[in-house]
């Protein structure tokens, strides 16, 4: 996979029809840093993973004091290890953003910003139901 350059982000920019994977990550990547980035966003997952978890063992320890083979156990063990997994998934895929890709996009935003609002009013000006 191409890094994200500055280079790369405006040659993006420019393109009228972008290179969908390319765009996609780049929309990816524009996603992260607007929402912290992915120091703080790893941060969140985390703390999603920690706070949900220790609700569910609570709820778990509950029910095993008042029954131990209560239906709902197995349930919420295996919403445990969904939540694991997904947590996982999410901060793996930070991981693959580069320090150099997040200060590019970082450097861009008005830019992408700006691109982005241009290709909401070309698709609301070529629906005829918009007004």
Request: hydrophobic share 40%.
């Amino acid at each position: 996979m191409t890094l994200l350059t500055p280079t790369h982000i405006q040659a993006l920019l420019q393109e009228p029809i972008p290179d969908r994977q390319a765009y996609g990550r780049l929309m990816e990547i524009y996603c992260v840093v607007k929402a912290g980035g992915v120091r703080v966003q790893i941060e969140a997952a985390s703390g999603h993973l920690a706070r949900q978890q220790w609700r569910l063992e609570k709820t778990i320890s509950e029910l095993s004091c008042h029954h131990a083979h209560h239906p709902q156990i197995p349930i919420l063990r295996q919403e445990v290890a969904e939540l694991r997994r997904s947590v996982a998934w999410r901060i793996d895929f930070l991981r693959t953003i580069h320090p150099q890709e997040e200060a590019a996009v970082q450097q861009h935003l008005a830019a992408i910003e700006a691109y982005v609002a241009a290709q909401g009013e070309q698709l609301r000006g070529a629906c005829p139901n918009n007004h």
